[in-house]
């Protein structure tokens, strides 16, 4: 068991954000929301999968919608903390403890403030071990562990629930539900005994998070090569540098989707990069060849900075790292792949796991 | 306490889908579901506002969404019991009575079909005396009766339950989920105890509903003068007669939306009236001057037959009457036509009542 500090929700942020491959909110509005919450209670417990109970009942707290929004609309965390106790009130049961549903700036440090306000710890693992655009997206769906019920909470004080057929119709409904609340929302959702979620989860995707945002933190510190940090703590591979010239993007559906378009420097100089995203940074494709996908991670990092820089904040002239990062073998899986591969949003490409790309296909 | 056998029924769908002035869903589908309930369970207990208690919990049950869609998509009766165990389960508490919160021909009858499930009565009133198309729009709105927490269901098998912080935000996000659910869904809300609904409801319009369709068949029986019947029944008056000659329908938002041009026939040769809808008709205009309105009831009657024509089963070449009936005197208060008025509408006009416009203004 760790207590999660200042420090550690520092390197949290930043390092969950790159995980999140664009989406799972901004690390700024993720760490300011957490910061309020170990202030007032003190460090948080993070819990290893293996500690928990096999009874014990896990509640994933998260935020929905368009990242888009939520950069306008900045959260008081109390709609997360709402949403978790309609849940345990339709459950009529308190939650053990709480984890993400995904990796990202905003929704990997949502639970640490849930966890404090309820007095629980945190559990160290997500549903994808990165961030994905849809609900039914998670591993949770492979395992058999239902979406619903799922409880909503918006921070006017609304509140639905949802007690839904199969997690793609949690997604459809919660979905529409979303966008009329404003564009986003806070959600509790894939309620599970200990036992399920330990065979069901991506393990360690939090203390991941924070070895991450970590690993660049001392880099820096030292002088040394933050890329090679980045690099080493990821398993990434570099696949583009270059400067950011176009970006285009709209709120459609309830998600921001768009693309960005990349022109190479140095090494890269005369091609042309285009990352096309829905929340998440989806496919990268050079010159019309796609040379990463879902579920592998596709991240844009600020040369400057080596900062992740999330779908909302991209923009023209930014001179960026493109990474990309071997996703959990349980997305490679046919079942995974299902889910999150690239046909499921609309390419008509095999998946290539990132590592043979590098070696050369 | 009456007992409402199978007749009554038939008299309920005709009569109650007159008072839906176009709304209120489809007799024909209505009374189907409402005869299967009485067949398996014998008459199904009708009782006075007067005779319940003032603890007694009463949760009305309806269809909610366009009717348009529901003769496509027949209701087998689940879904609306869904919904009503739904609430149930999340009120941790069992209802003593349910009621229709319309009259409608549908929604008159789905009391009937939750009655006969749960082994509960239906009470003699409703939350608008008439149809209207959305779920703020109730009398229970003015006495400050809460929609939420509400229940969904659809025929698919999903459910959702709503706490928001007002009704209008009940309407809005509701309306937003029955589209994703395919246009039409089950719904169970403004539970209420007995004291409070006895002043919120309006009373009988159930018996009223079963008045008017009983007065209309014995007329026939009779070879009286059933339009005569119609409007003694009704307090109604007659405003138009012509034919059917043009219709514009189209599902916009979750609701038929259009209007239905009328071509004068004797006594109103020459002139033309044009009745606007939104679920339920919603003002009647003569070459441009609006005759009826909003919340005065604007019925349309087929000629031939004396029987209400839905806004879904509106067509070219119908011979039609058109007649306004006075609404209950809640909606013509200040709050009430706030609510429900011409203005909420998006027509700019005073609203004046109907009897006063029959005596000439």
């Avoid at 998600?255 to 096309?276: C, H, N, P, S, V």
Wanted: proline share 4%; with cysteine; aromatic share 6%.
């Amino acid at each position: 068991m760790l207590r999660v500090k200042r420090q550690d929700i520092e390197d949290l942020a930043v390092g969950a954000a790159i995980l999140g491959t664009g989406g799972g909110g901004d690390p700024y509005i993720g760490k300011l929301m957490a910061h309020q919450v170990i202030e007032r209670k003190g460090p948080i417990e993070l819990l290893d999968p293996a500690e928990i109970d096999d009874e014990a009942l896990v509640i994933p707290s998260a935020a929905m919608g368009t990242p888009t929004v939520l950069i306008e609309k900045v959260p008081s965390g109390d709609e997360a903390i709402k949403a978790f106790e309609l849940l345990q009130k339709y459950l009529n049961k308190k939650a053990t403890c709480t984890c993400p549903i995904e990796a990202g700036g905003v929704n990997s440090t949502i639970p640490f403030v849930v966890a404090g306000a309820m007095n629980i710890p945190v559990v160290d693992a997500d549903g994808m071990g990165r961030a994905f655009p849809e609900l039914q997206m998670v591993s949770f769906t492979i395992y058999g562990v239902k979406a619903s019920p799922m409880a909503m909470a918006d921070e006017k004080g609304n509140g639905v629930l949802f007690e839904t057929i199969d997690n793609l119709w949690t997604e459809k409904i919660a979905r529409v539900t979303t966008i009329k609340m404003g564009g986003t929302a806070w959600i509790a959702l894939y309620a599970c005994n200990g036992n399920k979620f330990k065979e069901s989860s991506i393990c360690r995707t939090v203390s991941k998070g924070i070895e991450i945002g970590r690993s660049l933190r001392e880099a820096k510190a030292r002088g040394v090569n933050q890329l090679d940090a980045l690099l080493d703590s990821t398993s990434g591979h570099l696949i583009f540098r270059g400067k950011i010239v176009g970006v285009e993007r709209a709120n459609i559906g309830g998600f921001a989707r768009g693309e960005a378009t990349i022109q190479g420097l140095d090494d890269y100089k005369g091609q042309t990069m285009t990352i096309r995203f829905q929340n998440e940074n989806l496919v990268a494709e050079v010159d019309g060849r796609i040379i990463a996908s879902v579920p592998d991670l596709i991240c844009i990092i600020d040369s400057e900075t080596i900062k992740p820089i999330t779908t909302e904040r991209l923009r023209y002239g930014y001179r960026v790292l493109v990474v990309a990062c071997p996703c959990s073998e349980k997305w490679r899986s046919s079942e995974g792949l299902k889910l999150v591969g690239p046909k499921y949003f609309g390419y008509d490409i095999e998946y290539q796991p990132i590592e043979k790309i590098a070696r050369g296909g």
